[in-house]
Nanobody, 127 residues
Framework: VQLQASGGGSVQAGGSLKLSCAAS????????TGWFRQAPGKEREFVAN??????????EYAESVKGRFTISRDNAKNTVYLQMNSLKFEDAAVYYC???????????????????WGQGTLVTVSS
């Protein structure tokens, strides 16, 4: 599977951005898709995920983004989105999308829960 992340850019604090993760070679509605981010000098961290359609597209969020970020999927476009609102300086990072065909009942917030990764897209937050 190939993943293409896009939508990053520079935004003022308090603004919004919408990231996209387009897939080829697999059907995202049958997979769990996750978003992770990595800020300079920090480890990559979980942001959000969305389960396959058979799992009711259940979503999980990191505590730091709950209420501000929304993950969604357009099955017709085979694309997962991350809508980011009320952006803060600490949201600045390279954002990565990832997918896995594994399905577990518990949380899927670790990097090693995911098998395939796209290239990152840079989000910069300015004053």
């Amino acid at each position: 599977v190939q993943l293409q992340a896009s939508g990053g850019g520079s935004v003022q604090a308090g603004g919004s951005l919408k990231l996209s993760c387009a897939a080829s070679g697999r059907t995202l509605s049958r997979m769990t898709t996750g978003w992770f981010r990595q800020a300079p000098g920090k480890e990559r961290e979980f942001v959000a995920n969305i389960r396959r359609s058979l799992s009711n597209s259940f979503t999980e969020y990191a505590e730091s983004v709950k209420g501000r970020f929304t993950i969604s999927r357009d099955n017709a476009k085979n694309t997962v989105y991350l809508q980011m609102n009320s952006l803060k300086f600490e949201d600045a990072a390279v954002y990565y999308c990832s997918v896995t065909e594994r399905h577990v009942a518990g949380p899927m917030k670790r990097e090693d829960d995911y098998a395939y990764w796209g290239q990152g897209t840079l989000v910069t937050v300015s004053s």
